[in-house]
């Protein structure tokens, strides 16, 4: 396993922008495809988004549009960036090697 450590979550407006990184203990960023999952309270983790080692990505019905998912591999950081946040965004958002490895969560806030 490797230690993911995701920041830059926060409390926003609807509407708001946020741009989550998530930042790798080893080099894995560029051999493993990777995700974004969240949880709010009381539901199940879901998924969010994802980007292959070739740079494909996909996303959940709920996000698509407004999110986007990319990678840099000479940093070893994987970026959410979120735009017109919606309450129901609401929730912990957890960086994934899609494999073995989550990182501990950042928590994202949307209210007014």
């Known amino acids: 396993q490797v230690q993911l450590v995701e920041s830059g979550g926060g409390l926003v407006q609807p509407g708001g922008t946020l741009r989550l990184s998530c930042v790798a203990s080893r080099g894995i960023v560029s051999i493993y495809d990777m995700g974004w999952y969240r949880q709010a309270p009381g539901k199940q983790r879901e998924f969010v988004a994802s980007i292959t080692t070739g740079g494909s990505t996909n996303y959940a019905d709920a996000v698509k549009g407004r999110f986007t998912i990319s990678r840099d591999n000479p940093k070893n950081t994987v970026t959410l960036q979120m735009n017109s946040l919606k309450p129901e965004d609401t929730a912990a958002y957890y960086c994934?090697?899609?494999?073995?490895?989550w990182g501990q969560g950042t928590q994202v806030t949307v209210s007014s």
């Open positions: 994934t090697n899609l494999f073995d490895s």
